[in-house]
């Protein structure tokens, strides 16, 4: 099991960034998969999530409106980022869990998560 994610980079306050995770190794029809960021001096923390098998998705309070995740044609799952804030500067991450756990709430906390890709950058300037 793989997963990279890619797409990070600088932009200004306000504007938007497409992160990918393409994954191999399983089957995305039977497996959801998350990302989580983690900010300099803090801890990761869940933003979005998907399930493979019906497009299922739950957001955090700080993504919802802005953050969009879906599923690419392919073997790859997206994060829209739209108006970005200086506060979202971090590292992007997506990972996936052990058993196939269905995407939600419970889903996207780091401690469930087994498999982990390397991170992107995301730096927002004010």
């Known amino acids: 099991v793989q997963l990279q994610a890619s797409g990070g980079g600088l932009v200004q306050s306000g504007g938007s960034l497409r992160l990918s995770c393409a994954v191999s190794?399983?089957?995305?029809?039977?497996?959801?998969v998350a990302w989580f960021r983690q900010a300099p001096g803090k801890e990761r923390e869940g933003v979005a999530c998907?399930?493979?098998?019906?497009?299922?998705t739950y957001y955090v309070d700080s993504a919802k409106g802005r953050f969009t995740i879906s599923r690419d044609i392919g073997r790859a799952v997206s994060l829209q980022l739209t108006r970005l804030k200086p506060e979202d500067t971090a590292v992007y991450y997506c990972a996936r869990d052990y058993n196939g756990a269905s995407c939600g709430p419970y889903y996207v906390k780091p401690n469930r998560m087994e498999y982990w890709g390397k991170g992107t950058l995301v730096t927002v300037s004010s």
């Open positions: 190794g399983f089957n995305l029809d039977y497996y959801s």
């Open positions: 998907i399930n493979g098998n019906d497009g299922t």
